[in-house]
């Protein structure tokens, strides 16, 4: 009776809860990792340098995917999982106030990487045991959608967790509003008008700054008359970025980080210019295009100070990031650092801070900045506990929410030699690459998302690039509403619609349907590249239909890799079909911005149409059972 109460679980008792769980250990590991380093002072080299191998094992665990497939269940991976996960988060959490840090926490989110992996190995084999071909179908797009949810809970509300403790923990917070306005007259930032600004007010210890609101131009002119005489404005940026880094450095605000040069770049002389193959591909492919005039973004820059020396020995720490406002005013992070170290040898000069204005702002518009000088080990801290005590509540949970199918046996149980062992791990790639209509079936991993691989390293580029230079001159933020937003709400509504469609009719019925999905609704992006001066509405709604189509399109997909990985073996096989379907987006992705800088956006987007061909001929060779994700008499 208790194996049969277990079986009758509703699916909506683990699912939510197991792909939220399985998207969170990403999230902390890729990006709330840097903005850990960044926060705590790491440099921009090493943090790009060694998070950037985090990655790695979601690359390769389809090698040790076997493994979890031969020893113990599928449940037993997902709970000692998830238990692992709990405790080296609080790791991560007690020893980030420790000295060494960096080298400590780095070590365990290697650690936090490869048990993330493996969870994920064995949740999804635990989904394909544990649920009747009928509810795969169903709950496929709900899968997906508690994965997101998570990674938009990972980067906003855990970011803003540890930003409030920051916030009220330290001095009282340092604010800028900067104004941007198009029918401001454009002035020159003058680092040495700042630092003749007003004497800082003296009282309780406090960040000051005496432009704590300023209005800048959106427009910059083509060149500026400086000193040393006439020079383009995109060159005196740079000259005044520079100058700003410089002098943060130099004042010791900022620690200097060495760049050093790649291999090679001692050899590269001059930019060759594009080669013979380039050329033949623009001179034969490539649009008819005048070549547009840059337009620069202008800039302002802020400079702030302390209003008295901190104690001796103390050092106040300030991190400086956006609280609100428009993201086409941006505070430049990518060259420049944000956080700034006072002490009481340099706290009466001035430290700078470098915004950049979309120059396509059209409207009056504003962002506020906020400078946090709390206790950023504590609050980073608090956020890893935070994570930690969730996988400890999730591991409890799903120790009585996880179903124990029958089919999720221990393949593993009794005495066997390590030969045997490895025997069956051989074994279950060999049987995996025996398989019916293999080579068909690699075909249809590589190249089922060829056109929208390519399509999506280009989207926010091309929303972004201005109509004369073949984009759609939207500005930073109406591209985090356009694609951060409503881009998601349509793939996540397309994503569950067509779980609920298959499991209807199932996979068979509605792999074409999917697939002319997956390629027509690339047509919008052809539309908005011949026909650019569209209204916001338009192109909102040519989005949602695109990324609609394609999260309906990729149902099939997915059905598809649990459909192919069924046998002995299904949970490594399947690990091994997500292997093929990372390389199929990463191949084609690679090659695409060359591509589109060659021949331009119009015809870019018509050769991902062509790319279509693919999708569809791919599907043409392919044998599914008609019965696959069908609801049948035993689902009911």
Known sequence: MKQ???????????????????????????????ILYKRLGISNTDIALYTGWLYLPWVIKPFWSPFVDIIKTKRWWTLTMQWLIAFALAGIAFTIPTPFFFQLTLAIFWLVGFTSATHDIAADGFYMLALTEHEQSLYVG????????????????????????????????????????????????????????????????????????????????????????????????????????TLNEKNGFVAVEEVKPAAGDAVVTADEGPGAFTLWVKNTFGEERAEADAVDNNFTIIGFSLNHAPAAGETVIVNVTQKSGDPSIKLEQGALSTRFEFNETNWDKTAYLYYEIDHKLSAQSSATFEGASGNIPLAWLVVFAVLSAFFF??????????????????????????????????????????????????????????????????????????????????????????????????????????????????????????????SLTCLTFVYLSYFPTQSLLTVNTCVFIEQFGYGFGFTAYMLYLIYFSEGAHKTAHYAIC?????????????????????????????????CCAATIGVCSFLKIDPNFGRKTVEDK
């Not at 002119?221 to 940026?237: L, N």
């Not at 199929?584 to 911005?593: D, E, I, N, S, T």
């Open 4 to 34: 049969q109460s277990e079986k009758k679980r509703s699916p909506w008792a683990w699912i939510p809860t197991l792909y939220f769980a399985q998207g969170l250990p990403y999230v902390a590991v890729m990006t709330i990792s840097v």
């Open 142 to 245: 709900i899968r997906s959608t508690f994965y997101r949810v998570a990674t938009v809970a990972g980067q906003g509300l855990l970011v803003i967790l540890a930003g409030l403790i920051e916030t009220n923990s330290g001095l009282a917070p340092l604010t800028v509003t900067v104004n941007a306005d198009p029918a401001a007259e454009w002035t020159a930032p003058s680092i040495n008008a700042i630092e003749a600004g007003e004497v800082a007010p003296q009282g309780d210890l406090q960040f000051y700054t005496p432009t704590a609101e300023t209005t800048v131009a959106v427009k910059a002119p083509a060149t500026v008359v400086t000193e040393a005489g006439e020079m383009p404005f995109k060159a005196y940026a740079t000259m005044m970025r520079d100058s700003v880094k």
């Open 393 to 518: 509540i999730v591991a409890v949970y799903h120790s009585w929410a996880l179903p124990k199918p029958a089919s999720d046996s221990n393949r593993g149980e009794g005495a066997r030699t390590a030969g045997e062992i490895l025997t069956e791990f051989f074994e279950t790639f060999r049987s995996f690459f025996a398989k019916k209509q293999i080579w068909v079936a690699i075909a249809f991993m590589l190249l089922y998302r060829l056109p929208e691989a390519q399509l999506v390293k280009l989207i926010n580029p091309f929303l972004l690039d201005p109509v004369d230079k073949g984009g759609l001159g939207l500005t930073t933020g109406e591209v985090g509403i356009v694609y951060g937003t409503v881009g998601i709400i349509g793939l996540t509504i397309g994503g569950i619609i067509g779980g609920i469609v298959a499991a209807r009719g199932g996979l068979k019925k509605w792999l074409w349907p999917m697939a002319w999905s997956m």
């Open 578 to 610: 997500t292997g093929f379907m990372a390389l199929g987006m990463m191949l084609p992705g690679m090659a695409a911005g060359w591509l589109q800088e060659t021949i331009g956006y119009r015809h870019f987007f018509v050769w991902t149409m062509i």
